[in-house]
């Protein structure tokens, strides 16, 4: 499976909203609720932000959320904050027990 | 607390192996599926290999299969990653990531670098 497509960038000033797109195929994000989302800050491991496409674990701001249509999946950040600023990786099931994340997508709170 | 914690990284050379290890603790690790994801040097996340629970069934990505190799022994609340045949390409810091539900991974460990050099 090649890598979810995301763009590489996207910027926002604090307070407004953005949206990161995570484009696939039918045979991952569109195939399957199974999509989940990740909040990397450099030289950090990974934080875990969404599961099956909109589903926030606990602990992990309402500011965050997420959708799907068709083959693209989609993270919602509202209310950006400073702290906001980070890649953002996409990740959907793929069938056969695989896994296939996003290229990334950096932030920039300006 | 409940953490993952990695090691066994450091610098190979080119076709030799080596093993990484994975200690989990604060959580019943015989529990949860585990998995191992790697990100190159200034690059994205990318999913290597996934064990089951019990370790009945595991699976790699195809860019590494037949190299590496994903084990557990819950006794010793240790996931492991067997890779052999190393090339530079699989220069990378090499997490763990325990599955909270459907393969989504809700708790990761903090890395060991692996680096392929002559």
């Known amino acids: 499976h090649s890598a979810l497509t995301q763009p590489a960038s996207v910027s926002g000033s604090p307070g407004q909203s953005i949206t990161i797109s995570c484009t696939g195929t039918s045979s991952d994000v569109g195939g399957y609720n199974l999509v989940s989302w990740y909040q990397q800050r450099p030289g950090r491991a990974p934080n875990f932000l969404i599961y099956?496409?909109?589903k926030r674990p606990s602990g992990v701001s309402n500011r965050f959320s997420g959708s799907k249509s068709g083959n693209t999946a989609s993270l919602r950040i509202s209310g950006l904050q400073a702290e906001d600023e980070a890649d953002y990786y996409c990740c959907s099931y793929a069938g056969d027990n695989t896994l296939v994340f996003g290229g990334g997508t950096k932030l920039t709170v300006l | 607390q409940v953490q993952l914690v990695e090691s066994g990284g450091g610098v190979v050379q080119p076709g030799r192996s080596l093993r990484l290890s994975c200690t989990a603790s604060g959580f019943t690790f015989r529990n949860y599926g585990m998995h191992w994801v790697r990100q190159a040097p200034g690059k994205g996340l990318e999913w290597v290999a996934g064990v089951w629970y019990d370790g009945s069934d595991k699976y790699n990505a195809d860019s590494v299969k037949g190299r590496f190799v994903i084990t557990r022994d819950n006794s010793k609340n240790t996931l492991f990653l067997q890779i052999n045949s190393l090339r530079a390409e699989d220069t990378a810091v090499y997490y763990c990531a325990r599955e909270f539900i459907n393969d989504a991974l809700d708790l990761w460990g903090q890395g060991t670098m692996v680096t392929v050099s002559s």
């Open positions: 099956e496409v909109h």
